[in-house]
């Protein structure tokens, strides 16, 4: 059955630890493409911001030229890149243009074939397209990328070579696209990167932070499945009783009183118990009040200490106190006493006969050391790292006769965490066990 419940119980936090891994690597995933899209949108936008103004301002000068002289009004419409006039867009010279201008009739007639020179071989495959006018669109010509711009200038213009016509503004943008294209396949390659240590980062992650959920997660069940362990048996105690109790109706209280006894011992047994779940309860959900005061250390020993000594000498047992320290420490008495009493109360269970049970007390820099110890049997290495769990207890067929209920360890350690103290066990040479508690000391006297 406890095997069955493991199981299961590793099959749902894998499960969820599968989910959160796809949670974490959907996470990275949008991430990235929404940061990659971002950055490339933006290069992209940039680009073509810095082409289209380079457009723009001969679409501008086309608009309103400037007065031209009468000798160069025939080369006004391509000047700039009119074959005899620049050795370097000479026709021979195989260095990509960057821009052009082609002036067409209303008919779509090109009037400036002469002055694009080696050109033309390209740009005589675009037509005029009056639909496209004042649009800037991306075409391609012989493999060779262009950006261009159809207006219709107005005849009122003072360039009688632009005047009544549609002008074409074609700009080459193929070194624009290559960066795209490079700056896409870095992104691409880059992003596959972080992708693939986002996967492994997503995995760690997964790991890290599914860890205390996980041990909670099994802390939990395994915490409901001892209670209801340990409140079944006195509660099918006091059934059994009670039912005995109806075969018996003429009987008197005094024929029954053993059997009421332990029904009573039972019920004593279920309150403390569910006295005990409910602290532990209340600390967990942080609502377990804590009162706080600068006290010393004879305020809270001596209330727990006074009774446990005429209980262990009436077991037979010897119970040495070297408590005399004088320090100052912000704690809560009562918390304190309660602690005091579970350690007293351990000690005093697992301590036989003629046993020697100790409470000592000392002071280590800001640190203040109560030390309650005892020469019973001692606890394994390999119990020790377990002795403080809920519901543990070394020796379980022990429990009927000591009467616990394997909380008292638990509710004492957290006693210690909630004042930032620490709880350890060690061995009591040359037998026995030694419980020490850390507190912080407020300041000394």
Same mark, same amino acid.
């Given at each position: 059955?406890?095997?069955?419940?493991?199981?299961?119980?590793?099959?749902?936090?894998?499960?969820?630890?599968?989910?959160?891994?796809?949670?974490?690597?959907?996470?990275?995933?949008?991430?990235?493409?929404?940061?990659?899209?971002?950055?490339?949108?933006?290069?992209?936008?940039?680009?073509?911001?810095?082409?289209?103004?380079?457009?723009?301002?001969?679409?501008?000068?086309?608009?309103?030229?400037?007065?031209?002289?009468?000798?160069?009004?025939?080369?006004?419409?391509?000047?700039?890149?009119?074959?005899?006039?620049?050795?370097?867009?000479?026709?021979?010279?195989?260095?990509?243009?960057?821009?052009?201008?082609?002036?067409?009739?209303?008919?779509?007639?090109?009037?400036?074939?002469?002055?694009?020179?080696?050109?033309?071989?390209?740009?005589?495959?675009?037509?005029?397209?009056?639909?496209?006018?004042?649009?800037?669109?991306?075409?391609?010509?012989?493999?060779?990328?262009?950006?261009?711009?159809?207006?219709?200038?107005?005849?009122?213009?003072?360039?009688?070579?632009?005047?009544?016509?549609?002008?074409?503004?074609?700009?080459?943008?193929?070194?624009?696209?290559?960066?795209?294209?490079?700056?896409?396949?870095?992104?691409?390659?880059?992003?596959?990167?972080?992708?693939?240590?986002?996967?492994?980062?997503?995995?760690?992650?997964?790991?890290?932070?599914?860890?205390?959920?996980?041990?909670?997660?099994?802390?939990?069940?395994?915490?409901?499945?001892?209670?209801?362990?340990?409140?079944?048996?006195?509660?099918?105690?006091?059934?059994?009783?009670?039912?005995?109790?109806?075969?018996?109706?003429?009987?008197?209280?005094?024929?029954?009183?053993?059997?009421?006894?332990? #029904? $009573?011992? &039972?019920?004593? +047994?279920?309150? /403390?118990? %569910? @006295? #005990? $779940?409910? &602290?532990?309860? +209340?600390?967990? /959900?942080? %609502? @377990?009040?804590?009162?706080?005061?600068?006290?010393?250390?004879?305020?809270?020993?001596?209330?727990?200490?006074?009774?446990?000594?005429?209980?262990?000498?009436?077991?037979?047992?010897?119970?040495?106190?070297?408590?005399?320290?004088?320090?100052?420490?912000?704690?809560?008495?009562?918390?304190?006493?309660?602690?005091?009493?579970?350690?007293?109360?351990?000690?005093?269970?697992?301590?036989?006969?003629?046993?020697?049970?100790?409470?000592?007390?000392?002071?280590?820099?800001?640190?203040?050391?109560?030390?309650?110890?005892?020469?019973?049997?001692?606890?394994?290495?390999?119990?020790?790292?377990?002795?403080?769990?809920?519901?543990?207890?070394?020796?379980?067929?022990?429990?009927?006769?000591?009467?616990?209920?394997?909380?008292?360890?638990?509710?004492?350690?957290?006693?210690?965490?909630?004042?930032?103290?620490?709880?350890?066990?060690?061995?009591?040479?040359?037998?026995?066990?030694?419980?020490?508690?850390?507190?912080?000391?407020?300041?000394?006297?």
């Amino acid at each position: 059955m406890k095997k069955k419940r493991k199981t299961r119980l590793n099959r749902i936090t894998r499960r969820q630890t599968n989910q959160q891994f796809l949670l974490l690597m959907a996470t990275f995933a949008i991430l990235f493409i929404s940061l990659g899209m971002i950055i490339y949108n933006t290069f992209e936008n940039t680009t073509y911001s810095g082409i289209d103004h380079g457009i723009n301002n001969q679409v501008k000068m086309i608009k309103n030229p400037p007065t031209p002289k009468i000798e160069d009004e025939i080369h006004a419409p391509d000047r700039d890149i009119h074959p005899n006039n620049n050795k370097k867009n000479d026709p021979d010279n195989k260095a990509p243009f960057q821009s052009s201008i082609l002036v067409y009739t209303t008919k779509g007639k090109l009037l400036n074939k002469a002055s694009l020179g080696n050109r033309y071989t390209v740009l005589k495959h675009l037509p005029l397209k009056k639909s496209d006018l004042n649009k800037k669109q991306n075409i391609n010509i012989n493999d060779m990328n262009f950006r261009i711009q159809v207006i219709k200038v107005s005849k009122n213009n003072s360039n009688p070579m632009y005047a009544g016509n549609y002008v074409t503004v074609v700009q080459n943008i193929d070194g624009q696209m290559t960066s795209l294209q490079n700056f896409e396949r870095i992104l691409i390659i880059s992003f596959g990167a972080f992708w693939i240590i986002s996967l492994i980062l997503s995995y760690l992650l997964t790991r890290l932070t599914m860890r205390p959920i996980i041990k909670s997660w099994k802390q939990q069940s395994e915490f409901v499945n001892d209670a209801a362990h340990e409140l079944r048996t006195p509660l099918a105690i006091i059934q059994g009783k009670m039912e005995y109790l109806l075969t018996k109706p003429n009987n008197t209280i005094l024929d029954e009183a053993e059997s009421i006894s332990v #029904s $009573l011992d &039972e019920v004593n +047994r279920l309150n /403390s118990l %569910t @006295n #005990s $779940l409910l &602290e532990l309860a +209340r600390a967990d /959900s942080a %609502t @377990n009040k804590v009162d706080f005061k600068i006290t010393k250390p004879e305020f809270f020993m001596s209330d727990p200490i006074k009774p446990f000594t005429e209980i262990i000498e009436s077991q037979g047992k010897h119970f040495e106190i070297d408590v005399n320290k004088d320090v100052n420490l912000k704690v809560d008495r009562d918390k304190i006493k309660q602690l005091l009493i579970i350690l007293l109360d351990n000690a005093t269970k697992y301590t036989p006969k003629n046993g020697t049970i100790k409470i000592s007390d000392r002071a280590d820099g800001n640190k203040y050391y109560i030390t309650v110890s005892d020469t019973g049997v001692g606890i394994s290495d390999a119990d020790k790292p377990k002795i403080f769990g809920r519901f543990y207890r070394v020796d379980k067929s022990r429990t009927k006769a000591t009467g616990g209920h394997g909380l008292g360890l638990s509710i004492a350690q957290q006693i210690v965490h909630t004042h930032h103290g620490k709880i350890y066990i060690e061995d009591n040479k040359p037998q026995g066990s030694k419980f020490v508690v850390e507190l912080p000391i407020k300041h000394k006297v």
